[in-house]
């Protein structure tokens, strides 16, 4: 695929500017630069929500007075990043092995010390809030590293490191992705227990079916599970709500007795788990029968593993283990 540079003009407190953007030498990266009244090109390290971030400052004249700038707002800041993005993807698409090559080797001598990061410390911004940005292949290093040194990942030529990391120093980046690390294998091992539990607790269960639906109720729609289970050749199905100043209610959704309507209440004795039943006329709970042990093992089931039951929940966690799998993933 042919890539086309692209080029913005603009006029800025009476200065003529020039934005140039274009693949590099190597077709791997691109290469942005700005030119001020005819003069330059100045390097761009890359984009905040309204800046360019430039290599050399800027030195201008606002209102009679010199001014220095660490970069430059633009008012199509968001067409110029988007650019920039568009562009970066068909050369690395384009260019796969090779930047694979070269994106190892930078990466393994990061890493090892024998090359530093390239990171460029600006005050950029209306309120020229002090940053660091890391660039090239460096920004990549650390986009890999998902540790808390990222404050702003962006891919439009650099990532913006956290205030925290005062030094900038990947040692400091290094070790906070080892705790990362070390908590994202505690959560798998945690998450791996629960299921090995469940499937141990489960293992007389054929088949587990759970549905999410919703009932209308004094205070609207309410929402509930359905779960149906095959045990020993026999098929239950039970309601699990959470209701109001009660807690968590399992019922069967079949008649306990020949005869009678779905639905009914456990309640343990001595030892012995019953079904209990409201008669409307009386307006009294009465003892049906014992529940049997397929009964019993599917109500415990959900009580334990239901879903108003309390588990384990590592969503958020597991959406940046996998982030950062398929980020190391597409090296292989």
Same mark, same amino acid.
């Given at each position: 695929?042919?890539?086309?540079?692209?080029?913005?003009?603009?006029?800025?407190?009476?200065?003529?500017?020039?934005?140039?953007?274009?693949?590099?030498?190597?077709?791997?990266?691109?290469?942005?630069?700005?030119?001020?009244?005819?003069?330059? #090109?100045?390097?761009?390290?890359?984009?905040?929500?309204?800046?360019?971030?430039?290599?050399?400052?800027?030195? +201008?004249?606002?209102?009679?007075?010199?001014?220095?700038?660490?970069?430059?707002?633009?008012?199509?800041?968001?067409?110029?990043?988007?650019?920039?993005? @568009?562009?970066?993807?068909?050369?690395?698409?384009?260019?796969?092995?090779?930047?694979?090559?070269?994106?190892?080797?930078?990466?393994?001598?990061?890493?090892?010390?024998?090359? #530093?990061?390239?990171?460029?410390?600006?005050?950029?911004?209306?309120?020229?809030?002090?940053? $660091?940005? $890391? +660039?090239?292949?460096?920004?990549?290093?650390?986009?890999?590293?998902? $540790?808390?040194?990222?404050?702003?990942?962006?891919?439009?030529?650099?990532?913006?490191? $956290?205030?925290?990391?005062?030094?900038?120093?990947?040692?400091?980046?290094?070790?906070?992705?080892?705790?990362?690390?070390?908590?994202?294998?505690? +959560?798998?091992?945690?998450?791996?227990?629960?299921?090995?539990?469940?499937?141990?607790?489960?293992? @007389?269960?054929?088949?587990?079916?759970?549905?999410?639906?919703?009932?209308?109720?004094?205070?609207?729609?309410?929402?509930?599970?359905?779960?149906?289970?095959?045990?020993?050749?026999?098929?239950?199905?039970?309601?699990?709500?959470?209701?109001? @100043?009660?807690?968590?209610?399992?019922? #069967?959704?079949? #008649?306990?007795?020949?005869?009678?309507?779905?639905?009914?209440?456990?309640?343990?004795?001595?030892?012995?788990?019953?079904?209990? &039943? &409201?008669?409307?006329?009386?307006?009294?709970? &009465?003892?049906?029968?014992?529940?049997?042990?397929?009964?019993?093992?599917?109500?415990?089931?959900?009580?334990?593993?239901?879903?108003?039951?309390?588990?384990?929940?590592?969503?958020?966690?597991?959406?940046?283990?996998?982030?950062?799998?398929?980020?190391?993933?597409?090296?292989?």
């Amino acid at each position: 695929m042919t890539i086309i540079s692209k080029n913005w003009t603009y006029t800025i407190e009476g200065h003529d500017f020039t934005l140039l953007m274009a693949p590099s030498e190597d077709m791997l990266t691109v290469k942005t630069t700005i030119s001020m009244d005819g003069h330059g #090109p100045m390097l761009v390290l890359g984009f905040t929500d309204d800046c360019i971030i430039t290599e050399q400052q800027i030195r +201008i004249t606002v209102h009679g007075k010199d001014v220095v700038e660490d970069g430059l707002s633009l008012h199509n800041i968001a067409v110029v990043k988007k650019a920039y993005t @568009d562009m970066l993807f068909h050369l690395k698409y384009d260019n796969k092995q090779e930047y694979k090559k070269r994106y190892k080797e930078e990466y393994d001598a990061i890493f090892s010390g024998r090359k #530093p990061m390239q990171i460029i410390k600006r005050a950029v911004g209306h309120s020229s809030q002090k940053c $660091a940005i $890391a +660039i090239g292949i460096s920004g990549d290093v650390i986009l890999d590293l998902m $540790a808390e040194s990222i404050n702003s990942p962006i891919e439009y030529g650099g990532v913006l490191l $956290a205030p925290a990391f005062t030094n900038y120093s990947l040692e400091e980046m290094k070790a906070s992705f080892q705790r990362k690390q070390e908590y994202w294998q505690r +959560i798998q091992e945690q998450i791996f227990e629960y299921q090995k539990q469940k499937d141990i607790d489960s293992q @007389d269960v054929t088949s587990w079916d759970t549905s999410e639906r919703y009932e209308q109720g004094e205070k609207g729609n309410s929402k509930y599970f359905k779960h149906t289970m095959e045990i020993h050749g026999k098929t239950y199905t039970f309601n699990e709500r959470n209701v109001f @100043d009660v807690g968590k209610v399992i019922n #069967p959704d079949y #008649p306990i007795k020949e005869g009678m309507k779905n639905g009914g209440i456990l309640l343990a004795k001595d030892g012995t788990d019953y079904w209990l &039943f &409201f008669n409307e006329k009386t307006g009294e709970w &009465f003892t049906v029968r014992e529940v049997t042990s397929e009964e019993s093992l599917a109500y415990k089931l959900i009580v334990k593993y239901g879903g108003f039951a309390k588990k384990l929940n590592f969503s958020h966690e597991m959406d940046e283990i996998n982030k950062w799998k398929s980020r190391m993933e597409r090296f292989d």
